[in-house]
């Protein structure tokens, strides 16, 4: 999905915008995505605790503006411990 995004949605600067394409992505998904995702959670979360917040298995990754959009327009919140 995010390569999807940079891809073809990298001149994308509403977050209104954004949000709605990425919705419009969820409603895509097919439910063996859906539990390719699911199956691979526990390993990114505990990568990202691994890693005390960080960038764990490139789940997310600062440096690129498009994830940080991504993540900003859902409201997902990423703590450091």
């Known amino acids: 999905m995010k390569y ?3 891809n073809d949605y990298a001149h994308v ?3 209104a915008e954004m949000k709605l ?3 419009g992505m969820w409603a895509e998904f097919e ?3 859906w539990d390719h995702l699911i199956e691979r959670m526990p390993d990114r979360i505990a990568a990202v605790i691994k890693a005390k917040g ?3 298995m490139n789940f997310i990754n600062p440096v690129c503006s498009v994830q940080s959009m991504i993540i900003e327009s859902l409201g997902i919140k990423i ?3």
Do not use: F, P, V
């Open 4 to 6: 999807r995004i940079a």
């Open 13 to 15: 600067t509403s977050e």
């Open 21 to 23: 394409i990425i919705l």
């Open 31 to 33: 439910d063996g995505q």
């Open 54 to 56: 960080g960038s764990g």
């Open 79 to 81: 703590l450091a411990t």
